[in-house]
């Protein structure tokens, strides 16, 4: 089995119309924007809510979008089908993930064009988006791994929701109680730090660890997949 654009394109249009009819799936798309909506409100634009718009997209759509569209294949035992077929499992992943990546990027457009942010190092901050996509997107692999139905993917979506979509309710917490201090190596917390610095300096700090996130949620969800579905 070689790498195949048209099988990419092929599961890419299948899962579109699947989550077009979908509507439980496809309305978390709504959270971040009414989110953004509600901080376009406010006097002055933070950097505390532009994080909490970009994470809140990211987890809401990409990290739940991914696992809802893995676990509903293996509820409906397609999964294991799909993977039978002439596909690769880098052709079912790369077109699911294609769907997930292009819901969140235009959930996250249009998530601060309503905030009105003014994005500043436009090459920079994109690598970052990018990066930290990565993160979510594999997050939602491995929930989607990991779980056997869509319901059981969204109860488990609803801490990894708080955790890394909504930092802003537990950063008072963090001055609070000096245990918690941990949360601020979360990828959601270091992005926030990462747009706090842009305009004066570019800090890779923040770079590295959410490379380290992403490197290792990738390798965890690659032996979830290796014990599950090469058995």
Known sequence: MTFSMKRIYAIFQKDLKELYRNLF????????????FMMSQAEGVTTASVTLVITLSFAAVGTFVQSAMIAE??????????????????????????VTFVM?????????????YSIQEPVWMTGMLL???????????LIGLLTRTLIEASVVLMPILLLFG??????????SYEFLSFLEYL??????????DLGQRI?????????????????VTIGVYKKKFTR
């Open 25 to 36: 799936v496809s309305s978390t798309i709504i959270l971040p924007i009414m989110m953004a």
């Open 73 to 98: 294949e293996k509820e409906k035992n397609t999964l294991r089908s799909l993977m039978m077929s002439p596909a690769s499992t880098l052709d079912i992943m790369a077109g699911k993930s294609l």
């Open 104 to 116: 969140t990027l235009a959930t996250l457009i249009v998530s601060l064009l309503i905030v009105g």
């Open 131 to 141: 990066l930290l996509l990565v993160f979510y997107i594999t997050l939602g692999t």
């Open 166 to 175: 909504m930092n802003v309710t537990f950063e008072s917490l963090m001055v």
């Open 187 to 196: 990828p959601n917390y270091q992005i926030q730090l990462f747009i706090d």
């Open 203 to 219: 800090s890779l700090k923040p770079a590295f660890i959410i490379g380290v996130w992403t490197i290792m949620t990738l390798i």
